[in-house]
Nanobody
Framework: QVQLVESGGGLVQAGGSLRLSCAAS????????MGWYRQAPGKQRELVAF???????KYADSVKGRSTISRDNAKSTVTLQMNSLNAEDTAVYYC?????????????WGQGTQVIVSS
């Protein structure tokens, strides 16, 4: 059974930084795309950043230049470093990992970790 454990969320002041981590465990054959999404109250869930198996990345315009996503395949983890946080970064952040298990490839979601930026 695949599980995603997220950590690093919390309350931070505007201008501060945080590091979100997500670790996958279970029966994993291979890991494809790993990424982070976020959802603020009253808004749709949106992509923050993702990283492919080849190391290529993509960032939302709102976090580009102040965020870095990385992965450690040996530990099956993905990390999102965010700097210069502002009030618009307040949201529940969800880890999403696309995994290859047996003959299937599917998305797995973490339960979400709350990030609140005080302005």
């Amino acid at each position: 059974q695949v599980q995603l454990v997220e950590s690093g969320g919390g309350l931070v002041q505007a201008g501060g930084s945080l590091r979100l981590s997500c670790a996958a465990s279970g029966s994993i054959f291979s890991i494809n795309t790993m990424g982070w999404y976020r959802q603020a109250p009253g808004k749709q869930r949106e992509l923050v950043a993702f990283i492919n198996s080849d190391g290529s990345t993509k960032y939302a315009d709102s976090v580009k230049g102040r965020s870095t996503i990385s992965r450690d395949n040996a530990k099956s983890t993905v990390t999102l470093q965010m700097n210069s946080l502002n009030a618009e970064d307040t949201a529940v952040y969800y880890c999403k990992v696309n995994l290859q298990i047996l003959f299937d490839a599917r998305d797995y979601w973490g339960q979400g970790t709350q990030v609140i930026v005080s302005s």
